[in-house]
């Protein structure tokens, strides 16, 4: 499988978002150490995956729509503002799951389109392994 930009680049915006999805591990027991009942942190953990599974269908949707470029841009530009939200918003548990669950949300878009993306960049020989590797 030869590896060119575009396989290098959207393995990278998946590896981004995965890790963006899997920030509960350092800021669950952040957010207990803070202060938070163990119900706060569970809801916090929970929320984002919530909002991703019962959103792909408008992942689809906004891709279909905007084309993967828009919907990756998009939902890069929305991942990043909750992210900074998530931060800012600390002190207030509605605020800070507000900001969780756009995450998730924005992350369902952003994975849809990626996997999309991918569909089109591998060839059907390397699909396989191309889809082993990033998913």
Do not use: H
């Not at 499988?1 to 890790?19: E, H, P, R, T, W």
């Not at 952003?110 to 991918?118: H, L, P, R, S």
């Amino acid at each position: 499988m030869k590896v060119s930009k575009q396989v290098l680049l959207v393995f990278l915006a998946y590896y981004g978002i995965n890790c963006l999805s899997n920030v509960y591990f350092v800021f669950g027991p952040f957010y207990s150490a803070s202060g938070a009942s163990p119900r706060a942190v569970g809801l916090f953990l929970s929320i984002f995956y919530m909002a991703m599974i019962i959103c792909r269908p408008l992942g689809s949707w906004t891709m279909e729509k905007l084309g993967i470029r828009r919907a990756l841009i998009g939902s890069s530009i929305f991942s990043a503002g909750a992210a900074a939200g998530i931060a800012l918003s600390l002190s207030d548990p509605a605020i800070l799951l507000f900001f969780r669950a756009v995450s998730g949300i924005s992350a369902s878009v952003f994975i849809v389109a990626t996997i999309a993306y991918q569909s089109m960049i591998l060839d059907a020989s390397n699909r396989g392994i191309g889809f082993a590797l990033f998913t």
